[in-house]
């Protein structure tokens, strides 16, 4: 006959032995913190949705933790339907630690929908100065220390995510080789995140600690589908 108790200790002795030590994950309020195992390098590219999304879920994630993160978006455009409203600003700005800053414009560079090239590229050069200045930023602090959730990215961030500087360096707006510098310079134990392009970046795979192909089989705007608030905007 099983003894229920025998089984119930044994069940909390195995429960102890998980990294949440069986509790059920709980809210807790945001205080500035800092990460202990900081530092790789992330890269988002692909045909597929997501690759954005993705990079937003780490630094929602990590400011969570209260750590501070900062977005840097370089070329989101899109279609028609989107508007100027995007639902991952409104997030970001309700959520103490983590900040954003585009250096884009409306819509997608050599796509002839009207938008000015010159002002793409000259765009995506101004964010690869920021992208710089941030990492400079982050160079001259402790990033194994808190970080003020509401100071501004310059003066240090945990996380930087660079979004769409893939797609920028692919169609040549910046230079690859300057990508691959923002990862060989950057401070050991930032965590940085790059997105972008449909193209393969093997300019910096080699630098890169995870490399995630985001890849399409299907997708809604294939046969039709406007940009949805809410979804892709």
């Known amino acids: 006959m099983t003894d229920s108790n025998s089984d119930e200790t044994r069940r ?50 990590a400011a969570g933790h209260g750590y501070r993160v900062h977005f840097l978006q370089f070329m989101k455009g899109g279609a028609s339907s989107v508007e100027d409203v995007r639902g991952e600003y ?22 002839l929908d009207e938008s000015d090239d010159d002002e793409h590229e000259a765009r995506a050069k101004a964010g690869l100065d920021r992208a710089r200045e941030l990492l400079w930023g982050a160079s001259g602090v402790s990033l194994d220390e808190p970080l003020a959730l509401d100071g501004e990215p310059e003066e240090g961030v945990h996380m930087l995510i660079l979004d769409e500087i893939l797609y920028a360096a692919n169609r040549g707006l910046v230079e690859p080789e300057a990508v691959v510098a923002l990862v060989e310079n950057k401070p050991p134990n930032l965590e940085l995140v790059l997105t972008g392009g449909h193209e393969p970046p093997e300019y910096v795979f080699e630098g890169a600690d995870l490399v995630t192909e985001v890849k399409k089989h299907k997708h809604p705007f294939d046969a039709g589908q406007r940009a949805r608030r809410g979804t892709e905007y």
């Open 90 to 111: 409104n997030a970001i700005d309700a959520f103490p630690g983590f900040t954003y800053e585009t250096s884009g414009s409306y819509g997608w560079h050599g796509f």
């Open 12 to 61: 909390d002795a195995q429960l102890k032995n998980t990294p949440g030590k069986g509790r059920t994950p709980t809210a807790r309020a945001i205080e500035p913190n800092s990460p202990e195992e900081f530092g790789l390098v992330s890269v988002w590219w692909g045909n597929g949705k997501g690759k954005t999304t993705a990079a937003l879920g780490m630094g929602f994630r």
